[in-house]
């Protein structure tokens, strides 16, 4: 399950747009121009279950979305969706690692509060016993001039 | 028969005869005969890995994907309160403030302590610096990696940050720090492997209570830890899949 965006959480002149989530989920989010900065020295790094539902994050993670812990744990990964990613990018990701292969790729996130943020986002499957049990994405601080390239070519992929 | 126990080359190395003292210890608990061999450098280590000779290791998270997916060794414990991180640091005379500051062709100095200069060569990437743009100045200790920057040999260097944080204050106030890692779930491990598995439950018990006798904390002491904290299965897993995502 996946809510809608909440006006009330959002920090600062917003604009609206409904996203078409994996299995026919929409979601309306509220997006601002606002972007925090990535954390120097840090990794932000969340688990996901086969299905891509939230299983772990760690406290950088909790700190960069804004959201809590509690409302992480069991929500899809694309409650971080932003609506400048194409979705593209993310077809890419799971073709990649349903395959059992690594995804590395530059991605804007969306917070809770509207704002977002750059990563450089790496995923890789969790194989136990030779079975997929999960996934875990590891991001680390993006390079400005990776992050400028991809805001010229990701608007071309829609 | 002996089994081999071996220690990262990494080591502190003021901590050698604590790992000696740490050896007859766990012989003298578990009744089992253990030989320590302390290798020179990572390459011989790990050729000793691939010919099947070790037994026990205090390994350093670069290796421990090796060891668990290849060598069939297994976690027992790690050092509570410890976690490897690594410092980005200039002299302090460099106007720089920023790694995204730092230009390309700079002078990188480095030891050869492979999960360091991995999470150091990460925190260079938000300045487009990677190993093909940057000149390398192998070291053989962070000594030597804070004196090339002193000496204006080199422009930026890559230091545990444990080592950073010991060397005398005289250097430090020369130093400047760019980026600190806060990581916190890499840490070296204590792993058992073939030849040893059946005793792995003998092991980390001995470990678990090496807190509780007064010979157990001396031998604690004299490696510098608090205590020995348990690693299961899952946990290290975790970490293996972590240092997966940061290798590309
Ligand atoms: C481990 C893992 C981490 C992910 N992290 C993100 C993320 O940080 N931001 C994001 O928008 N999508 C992330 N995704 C992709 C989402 O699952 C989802 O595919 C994406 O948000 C697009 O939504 P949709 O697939 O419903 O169209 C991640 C997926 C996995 C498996």
């Not at chain 1, 989920?25 to 996901?48: A, C, H, N």
């Not at chain 1, 086969?50 to 959201?67: C, E, K, L």
């Not at chain 2, 028969?1 to 080591?11: A, E, G, I, R, Y």
């Not at chain 2, 390309?104 to 925190?123: E, Q, S, W, Y």
Request: hydrophobic share 40%.
């Amino acid at each position: 399950m996946i809510n809608d965006m909440n006006p009330r959480d959002i920090v600062g002149e917003f604009q609206e747009t409904v996203l078409n989530l994996y299995g026919g989920m929409q979601r309306k989010v509220f997006y601002t121009g606002i972007e925090t900065p990535y954390p120097d020295g840090k990794l932000i790094v969340s688990t996901t279950d086969p299905t891509g539902i939230i299983t772990h994050v760690n406290q950088a993670f909790i700190d960069m979305s804004g959201y809590t812990e509690e409302e992480l744990i069991g929500a899809p990964h694309s409650i971080l969706r932003h609506p400048d990613m194409p979705s593209a990018a993310f077809k890419d990701l799971w073709d990649t690692v349903k395959k059992g292969e690594k995804w590395q790729g530059f991605v804007k996130n969306l917070r809770k509060d509207g704002g977002y943020y750059w990563v450089k986002a790496t995923v890789v499957p969790n194989i136990r016993k030779g079975v997929v049990v999960g996934y875990t994405s590891v991001r680390r601080k993006p390079s400005r001039t990776k992050v400028e390239e991809c805001m010229k070519l990701y608007p071309t992929l829609f | 028969m002996s089994f081999l126990f071996t220690v990262s080359p990494d080591f502190t190395p003021d901590r050698l005869s604590g790992w000696y003292i740490f050896n007859t210890w766990l012989q003298k608990q578990t009744g089992v005969a253990i030989h320590l061999e302390m290798y020179s450098g990572f390459n011989s280590q790990r050729e000793a890995i691939r010919q099947d000779e070790v037994n026990l290791i205090y390994v350093n998270p670069y290796d421990a994907a090796m060891l668990v997916r290849e060598k069939g060794f297994l976690p027992l414990a790690k050092p509570v309160g410890e976690s490897d991180e690594a410092i980005i640091a200039v002299s302090a005379s460099n106007p720089v403030s920023d790694v995204a500051e730092l230009a390309p062709g700079i002078r990188l100095a480095f030891t050869d302590d492979p999960d360091v200069k991995m999470m150091g060569m990460i925190m260079l990437e938000p300045g487009d610096l990677d190993a093909d743009n940057m000149q390398s100045m192998p070291c053989d200790t962070y000594v030597q990696v804070a004196k090339h920057l002193l000496r204006g040999e080199a422009d930026v260097g890559i230091f545990l940050a444990e080592a950073y944080d010991g060397v005398s204050e005289m250097i430090k106030k020369q130093l400047k720090i760019l980026v600190r890692s806060q990581i916190s779930v890499i840490h070296h491990s204590l792993m058992i492997g073939p030849g040893l598995l059946d005793k792995r439950e003998q092991f980390q018990q001995c470990l678990l209570g090496m807190t509780e006798d007064e010979k157990g904390r001396g031998v604690l002491e004299s490696l510098g830890f608090k205590a020995w904290e348990k690693v299961d299965d899952e946990e290290m897993e975790f970490m293996i899949d972590l240092m997966d995502t940061l290798t590309i």
